[in-house]
């Protein structure tokens, strides 16, 4: 057996891993996604939450601040600081921060935390009434802070002056001072920490899970890729018996199929090669051995009477017998060529109307002569209004006048042949009777191949080459009919011609 480049275990395994690179990557990328969808929600949602405190908390400090009571804006600050759970610091109107408070920092500490906060234009953006959120990075600890303005509207009491007003009589809101919430992100980012986890762990599962499935996956389809593979190299080998047993209804079962398929038509040609080799050879053998025969004959008498070995007044005698060879032997190569041009499809049928009732009288008096001379009775059993048939004249002539013939070659003297012609079911029939020898039944399968005769000791000058059968069949098939076998040994044989019956040419 010859090496072939392809290995099903590497198809296995590519698909295996091009499985399980797919899924990985696909659940890296839902990670991340799912991950920054998480973060972003979390962060957005503690922001505005710290956003609320942080108004509320400009609300209440606004009014120690507005009434300038730095004790009161202290312990105000102290108390949302513990209660909110975050760093607190109260910016004045001045811009400068008033007191800073962490809960989570010691005394000593407090100094060293107050130089993380906002920046001077933020504090100006503050100062315009505008709130202000933000990541701080510390030097320990990320933390989210909020920034909320104070303003003179929001703490003014009812016997004060009202705000300043724009050029459009708007109130202005003047801002006297700013608070600021920041809470360490830990929490948070712990959070995030654990889902991301959960989410390592969930990817790693479904891994193992693609591979699995991969696994089943792979094998599925490279099991039957497997079988094409044998299957193919036991063809290239020459084995030809490996159809593919596996039953399945997707894309690789219809490959199956047509695989199996192929096989099927490989069988055929090879045995259709196989037959026309036999009939080649057959061929070869039979034309050589009818050739030989009147060739010699031929050879010898011409020789003895170039020779001079021939008396004058017997001259005639073997003249009539080289012509006889000869026109034997044109016969012959005539029938060759014919049936040649049948079985290339070389030979066009001239097809017209024509009166099967003209047909069959014109081919049953061409035969009559040579019935009578043989001392054979000749019948022709027309039925009336027979319909026309669309057909080759001459070729269907030579079908009748070939089955006649050799009614009458196989017909002993005193014997009858009866030629009936009837139409049936859209049908036109034509059976050849005749009371001969009739046919053994092993045989009848036989009787249409090229130079097969019944009797194999039979004067071949007498009983004709064997073809005329052959050409019979070609020419019936080829009018779209076929031809029927009864016989019975020592009774004689029926013949039966059944062609399509039509009255008018297609299209007309």
């Not at 891994?207 to 792979?218: C, D, E, G, I, Q």
């Not at 060529?337 to 003209?358: D, Y």
């Amino acid at each position: 057996m010859s090496k072939f480049p392809y290995k099903p275990q590497t198809l296995f395994g590519k698909l295996m891993l091009s499985h399980l690179l797919i899924v990985a990557l696909s659940l890296i990328i839902l990670g991340f996604f799912l991950t920054y969808l998480i973060e972003d929600y979390f962060f957005s949602t503690r922001e505005w939450e710290l956003a609320g405190q942080a108004q509320d908390a400009a609300y209440i400090i606004g009014q120690d601040l507005l009434e300038n009571d730095i004790d009161g804006v202290i312990k105000t600050a102290e108390t949302l600081a513990y209660s909110l759970n975050a760093k607190i610091r109260v910016i004045d109107n001045s811009r400068s921060s008033l007191y800073t408070f962490d809960p989570d920092l010691a005394e000593d500490e407090e100094e060293r935390e107050e130089g993380v906060g906002l920046e001077e234009r933020e504090i100006a953006h503050i100062f315009e009434g505008n709130m202000l959120s933000k990541k701080v990075y510390g030097p320990v600890l990320q933390r989210l802070l909020v920034a909320a303005p104070i303003t003179h509207e929001m703490v003014q009491f009812e016997d004060e002056m009202p705000p300043d007003q724009d050029e459009n009589g708007q109130e202005e809101p003047t801002v006297i001072g700013a608070v600021t919430l920041s809470v360490p992100l830990r929490g948070v980012e712990e959070t995030i920490a654990h889902i991301s986890r959960l989410v390592l762990y969930s990817g790693a599962v479904g891994v193992a899970v693609a591979a699995l499935f991969s696994f089943t996956l792979s094998k599925t389809l490279t099991r039957p890729l497997q079988k094409i593979n044998l299957a193919a190299l036991d063809m290239a080998a020459g084995n030809f018996n490996c159809k593919i047993d596996e039953d399945r209804d997707d894309e690789l079962g219809g490959l199956i199929k047509t695989f199996n398929y192929s096989v099927e038509q490989v069988q055929k040609n090879l045995e259709e090669q196989k037959r026309l080799e036999i009939l080649r050879r057959n061929l070869v053998a039979n034309v050589s051995h009818e050739l030989k025969a009147p060739l010699a004959s031929v050879r010898g008498y011409s020789e003895l009477m170039i020779d001079g070995y021939i008396k004058e007044y017997e001259k005639d005698k073997y003249l009539k017998t080289i012509l006889d060879n000869s026109i034997h032997l044109s016969g012959l190569v005539d029938e060759l060529l014919t049936l040649s041009h049948l079985e290339s499809g070389q030979l066009s049928l001239e097809k017209e109307i024509i009166s099967v009732e003209a047909l069959a009288r014109w081919s049953f008096e061409s035969v009559a002569p040579r019935g009578e001379a043989r001392g054979i009775k000749l019948n022709l059993d027309l039925e009336p209004s027979i319909p026309l048939l669309y057909g080759d004249r001459h070729r269907l002539h030579e079908v009748l006048v070939n089955l006649l013939e050799n009614a009458i070659l196989f017909t002993s003297s005193g014997g009858t042949v009866t030629l009936k012609v009837k139409a049936r079911d859209a049908q036109l029939v034509m059976e050849v009777h005749d009371t001969g020898k009739g046919i053994p039944e092993v045989e009848i399968q036989y009787i249409f191949e090229r130079f097969y005769k019944v009797d194999k000791s039979r004067r071949r000058s007498d009983k004709g080459s064997g073809l005329g059968l052959a050409i019979t069949k070609q020419l019936v098939e080829l009018h779209g009919g076929k031809i029927e076998v009864e016989s019975q040994v020592g009774k004689g044989s029926i013949f039966r011609v059944i062609l399509p019956l039509e009255d008018k040419k297609p299209n007309e």
